[in-house]
């Protein structure tokens, strides 16, 4: 008989006291100090659903039932789905994915291993990557490329991303325009809107500013988001000592106020959109003026917003598990792969940082077949210590006796070791020091890994007509914005 399995391995840094004192007080900066919104609809949709607004000053007062309101309208959970529509990514409970993180300025070049801007061939190369990641589940915009029109910039990378992946993807934008042209091809790939909010493609970011502010693009992207039934992920980014209070409680103060805010508009638009309680917060260093995300303070503030998202009912996200190194060094393994380690444990559902680093402003291919390896470890730790009669394996035990030998040739052994034991790719040294094999540095292995997965990317089959409908929706959007052609694309990608 199968018994139970071992209590998931969990972290949690807050009491359910301090969560709670975190919680009134971000309801406290609602009612009293409000939250400044730089849209004249969603300030009119506040107003009506029972806020104080002062429109001449944009700000907004919310009480606390219209948050409660809000929170009892919202789902629990959700998913997003891959192409074909079968292999939903669950964002519940404590189910840890996980997705490279994005909009990139800058891209670690793989031959010089200096830093420089991106362009298209880039984008291609880090996408196709991520296709083939076995551990890294959703695929994004990882990076801004250069060489992309700026019109375009918002709808042509999803454009090529939606036609050439099937994973599920975290999607956004910088302007109104280029969220619509997007929702509109999303629309078309699953085949209508009523289908797309049943099975969504993607989650779709929406980043307010600290302190406690929404502006006027970022709020009308939420809008038509709500508006579409479209997920959205909420993405406040505070930054301690900065536009926070430097201490980390008073942060995720601020940091809860602006998830709040943003659910209220949300749920007055359309009750029951999805929202994924993220969050990106970062130190300010003070020594040198940068914003640190790979540092412990963010990681501690990372895991202690996921535990105050599910304390209020949300699937949550984070940006931990980046790195601030300007090489795939040391310094890059240490603090991603606590991060990465550290959102799993605390059950969060799906974290933006493989690849990334350098102040989250340069992807790196090598770094992201490194981080995949993380990533599979982190979901193994998770998986914990199943314990019954036969894993404890008293029988077994018994049977080898004295010798070590009978372990290996016990066909316990032989049904159990692809279960309970993870084995890592060529990226992870694992063979004996010396002899005939070569000795490398991990860079040089993740280079060689960068290669080979590359070599296995096949782009996503799509019918026809879909592909022409979704072109001709991007080559329209683009003579509306002075382009005549759209960008040649290599390889064998759709484009």
């Given at each position: 008989m199968i018994g139970r399995i071992m209590r998931r391995p969990k972290l949690e840094i807050l009491d359910p006291e301090d969560i709670q004192q975190i919680i009134a007080a971000a309801y406290d900066l609602l009612d009293d100090f409000g939250v400044m919104v730089d849209n004249a609809e969603a300030l009119q949709i506040l107003a009506e659903g029972g806020a104080r607004v002062d429109f001449d000053n944009k700000i907004a007062r919310i009480p606390a039932d219209l948050i409660d309101n809000a929170l009892q309208k919202k789902p629990s959970a959700f998913a997003i789905y891959d192409q074909e529509g079968q292999q939903p990514a669950l964002l519940e409970g404590d189910r840890a994915h996980f997705c490279p993180g994005s909009v990139a300025l800058n891209i670690l070049d793989s031959e010089t291993q200096k830093i420089r801007p991106p362009e298209l061939e880039d984008l291609i190369k880090i996408v196709s990557l991520v296709q083939n990641l076995e551990n890294v589940h959703f695929v994004t915009g990882p990076i801004v490329p250069a060489d992309i029109p700026k019109p375009l910039l918002d709808a042509y990378r999803y454009y090529l991303i939606m036609l050439n992946t099937t994973k599920p993807l975290f999607a956004g934008a910088f302007t109104v325009d280029g969220l619509r042209v997007q929702l509109e091809m999303f629309s078309v790939l699953s085949g209508g809107e009523d289908e797309f909010r049943a099975r969504p493609r993607a989650v779709f970011a929406a980043n307010p500013t600290a302190p406690l502010r929404w502006g006027g693009i970022v709020t009308q992207n939420l809008v038509d988001c709500a508006r579409f039934g479209a997920p959205l992920m909420l993405i406040p980014m505070p930054l301690p000592g900065g536009n926070a209070p430097v201490t980390l409680a008073g942060t995720l103060a601020e940091h809860t106020a602006e998830n709040l805010s943003g659910t209220v508009i949300a749920q007055l638009i359309n009750p029951g959109t999805p929202i994924l309680y993220g969050g990106g917060a970062i130190l300010l260093d003070m020594r040198y003026g940068t914003s640190c995300i790979g540092s412990v303070e963010s990681h501690l503030l990372g895991?202690?917003?996921?535990?105050?998202?599910?304390?209020?009912?949300?699937?949550?996200?984070?940006?931990?598990?980046?790195?601030?190194?300007?090489?795939?060094?040391?310094?890059?393994?240490?603090?991603?792969?606590?991060?990465?380690?550290?959102?799993?444990?605390?059950?969060?559902?799906?974290?933006?940082?493989?690849?990334?680093?350098?102040?989250?402003?340069?992807?790196?291919?090598?770094?992201?077949?490194?981080?995949?390896?993380?990533?599979?470890?982190?979901?193994?730790?998770?998986?914990?210590?199943?314990?019954?009669?036969?894993?404890?394996?008293?029988?077994?035990?018994?049977?080898?006796?004295?010798?070590?030998?009978?372990?290996?040739?016990?066909?316990?052994?032989?049904?159990?070791?692809?279960?309970?034991?993870?084995?890592?790719?060529?990226?992870?040294?694992?063979?004996?020091?010396?002899?005939?094999?070569?000795?490398?540095?991990?860079?040089?292995?993740?280079?060689?890994?960068?290669?080979?997965?590359?070599?296995?990317?096949?782009?996503?089959?799509?019918?026809?007509?879909?592909?022409?409908?979704?072109?001709?929706?991007?080559?329209?959007?683009?003579?509306?914005?002075?382009?005549?052609?759209?960008?040649?694309?290599?390889?064998?990608?759709?484009?």
């Open positions: 895991s202690g917003y996921g535990l105050i998202g599910k304390a209020l009912g949300f699937p949550t996200a984070s940006n931990i598990g980046q790195s601030d190194a300007k090489r795939v060094d040391t310094q890059a393994g240490l603090e991603s792969g606590m991060g990465i380690l550290l959102a799993a444990l605390s059950g969060i559902n799906l974290s933006r940082g493989p690849g990334m680093m350098a102040f989250a402003n340069c992807q790196s291919p090598e770094k992201l077949v490194i981080d995949n390896e993380i990533c599979g470890m982190a979901q193994r730790f998770i998986r914990g210590v199943e314990c019954n009669p036969e894993t404890i394996a008293l029988d077994v035990i018994k049977a080898a006796g004295r010798d070590a030998k009978g372990y290996l040739t016990s066909s316990h052994t032989l049904e159990w070791f692809r279960k309970e034991l993870i084995f890592p790719g060529k990226i992870i040294h694992r063979w004996t020091a010396g002899g005939k094999a070569k000795e490398t540095s991990a860079w040089d292995r993740a280079q060689s890994e960068v290669k080979a997965r590359l070599d296995q990317f096949v782009p996503a089959s799509l019918p026809a007509e879909k592909v022409r409908e979704i072109m001709q929706i991007m080559k329209s959007y683009a003579q509306t914005k002075g382009v005549d052609a759209l960008p040649e694309v290599s390889g064998n990608w759709i484009g």
